[in-house]
């Protein structure tokens, strides 16, 4: 069974409680700065493993000390509950690992 969608109220509820996280182009997104490379690393490799738990895997990209997740239920054709609960799992993880959220330019 595929998990229902947020209503925009919801999601925008959602945002107030993750700082840095915007709704964009169908998905939650964030950019975070890691101090280093084996920071930015570790985070990668500690979302897999809470992904993987959840089967919830989201899009990311990691540039030297920069990591950008994009959050979406694809099956469900959108943001459901698990974005939210994988958004705020992974801003605990890479704050707890020294990443601040980069500010998007656009």
């Not at 069974?1 to 964009?24: N, T, V």
């Amino acid at each position: 069974m595929r998990p229902a969608l947020l209503p925009e109220a919801d999601i925008g509820a959602a945002l107030l409680l993750l700082p840095g996280w915007r709704h964009r182009d169908g998905a939650l997104r964030v950019s975070y700065r890691m101090p280093d490379f084996p920071a930015a690393v570790a985070l990668w490799d500690e979302v897999a493993v809470l992904a993987e738990a959840m089967q919830h895997h989201p899009d990311f990209r990691c540039s030297w000390t920069r990591v950008d997740f994009a959050l979406s239920t694809h099956d469900a054709g959108g943001i459901t509950g698990l974005d939210v609960t994988l958004a705020k799992r992974i801003a605990a993880l890479a704050t707890a690992l020294g990443g601040t959220v980069i500010e998007p330019t656009a």
